[in-house]
């Protein structure tokens, strides 16, 4: 009997430390890094992996990366704000995630992030582990991301020069193109000073062409969008809507140009605005 009381008390002593000490890294949080960034300048981040996804958690951080060509580097931009999380995937399945955070004045512009700062991979490996079927839809990214970059386009309002038309009380005018990865963006506004209510019929953009010859004509082909985000489908009295058409990318020639053409449905305050190749061929 004493023998066993012997061997207990070894035992409690031998394993109680160890215990305890797995107890505190499970309860310890862990410290996430903190990554400045502004809306003057780019933050470049460099990983050993290709980048696979990348998420901000705010409105007012965007983060950029080639989605077309693997690359092992992206850019952080901020406007002023609360402060929020990015979360990155490589191509691997590492992970990283970091506190992001605006600073008018930044110190330090570029990030070369070792394989050791990943805090885990999205496919842990797990031994006899049994799939499981799920009906969870997948998240698409592609529409996530246009939707994030078109509401920074739309908060920061910045302008590429007078592109406006109008007509009676009617105003249409591209604030600016951006190009962005493999797109551009259109930045459209309407404006209805009138006291009669617009109804949108469509709005189409397209590359217009002159023939060349004897028998001078124009010929016009239509460019289709691959997002639209927060086009209205009817702009009421004394109504301004801002609106983003995301274009795939294209440019134009000096005998061309684009033509962007308002129609009202059920009315005739239908408008064509002509965009020159400069702005295209330009954008910001």
Same mark, same amino acid.
């Given at each position: 009997?004493?023998?066993?009381?012997?061997?207990?008390?070894?035992l409690?002593?031998?394993?109680?430390p160890?215990?305890?000490s797995?107890?505190?890294? =499970?309860?310890?949080?862990?410290?996430?890094?903190?990554?400045? &960034?502004?809306?003057?300048?780019?933050? &470049?981040?460099?990983f050993p992996e290709p980048?696979?996804? +990348?998420?901000t958690g705010?409105? %007012?951080?965007?983060?950029?990366?080639?989605?077309?060509?693997e690359?092992?580097? +992206?850019? !952080?931009q901020?406007?002023?704000?609360?402060?929020?999380? !990015?979360?990155?995937v490589?191509?691997?399945?590492s992970? /990283?995630?970091?506190?992001?955070?605006?600073?008018? #004045?930044?110190s330090?512009?570029?990030?070369f992030?070792?394989?050791?700062?990943?805090?885990?991979?999205? *496919?842990? #490996?797990?031994?006899d $582990?049994?799939?499981?079927e799920?009906t969870? *839809?997948?998240?698409?990214?592609?529409?996530?991301?246009?939707e994030?970059?078109?509401?920074?386009?739309l908060?920061?309002?910045?302008?590429?020069?007078?592109i406006?038309?109008?007509t009676?009380?009617?105003?249409?005018s591209?604030?600016?193109?951006? /190009?962005? #990865?493999e797109e551009?963006?259109?930045?459209?506004?309407?404006?209805?000073?009138?006291?009669?209510?617009y109804d949108?019929? /469509?709005?189409?953009?397209? =590359?217009?062409?002159r023939?060349k010859?004897?028998?001078k004509?124009?010929?016009?082909?239509n460019?289709?969008p691959?997002?639209?985000? %927060?086009?209205?489908?009817?702009?009421?009295?004394?109504?301004?809507?801002r609106?983003?058409?995301?274009? $795939?990318?294209f440019?134009?020639?000096?005998?061309?140009? &684009?033509?962007?053409?308002?129609?009202?449905?059920?009315g005739?305050?239908?408008?064509e605005?002509?965009? $020159?190749?400069?702005?295209?061929n330009?954008?910001n």
């Amino acid at each position: 009997m004493k023998n066993s009381i012997i061997i207990s008390v070894l035992l409690i002593c031998t394993f109680l430390p160890q215990l305890c000490s797995a107890q505190d890294s =499970i309860r310890t949080p862990q410290v996430l890094d903190t990554i400045y &960034a502004n809306d003057t300048k780019n933050v &470049a981040l460099f990983f050993p992996e290709p980048i696979r996804q +990348g998420i901000t958690g705010a409105e %007012n951080f965007v983060f950029t990366y080639n989605r077309e060509k693997e690359q092992y580097f +992206g850019l !952080l931009q901020a406007k002023q704000g609360k402060e929020s999380n !990015l979360l990155i995937v490589n191509k691997d399945g590492s992970v /990283f995630s970091y506190i992001i955070r605006y600073k008018a #004045k930044l110190s330090k512009l570029n990030y070369f992030i070792p394989i050791s700062s990943s805090i885990g991979n999205e *496919k842990p #490996k797990v031994k006899d $582990s049994i799939p499981v079927e799920t009906t969870e *839809k997948s998240v698409d990214y592609g529409t996530y991301y246009y939707e994030k970059f078109c509401r920074y386009l739309l908060d920061r309002k910045q302008r590429i020069g007078r592109i406006k038309n109008q007509t009676e009380d009617i105003v249409l005018s591209v604030e600016t193109i951006v /190009f962005d #990865k493999e797109e551009l963006y259109f930045v459209i506004q309407i404006e209805n000073t009138s006291s009669l209510d617009y109804d949108l019929n /469509f709005l189409n953009l397209s =590359i217009e062409t002159r023939q060349k010859g004897k028998r001078k004509s124009l010929q016009r082909l239509n460019q289709e969008p691959v997002f639209k985000y %927060n086009q209205p489908t009817k702009i009421r009295e004394n109504e301004t809507v801002r609106f983003v058409y995301v274009m $795939s990318k294209f440019s134009v020639s000096n005998d061309r140009r &684009a033509i962007l053409e308002l129609n009202e449905k059920h009315g005739e305050r239908n408008i064509e605005l002509k965009i $020159s190749h400069r702005y295209i061929n330009n954008p910001n």
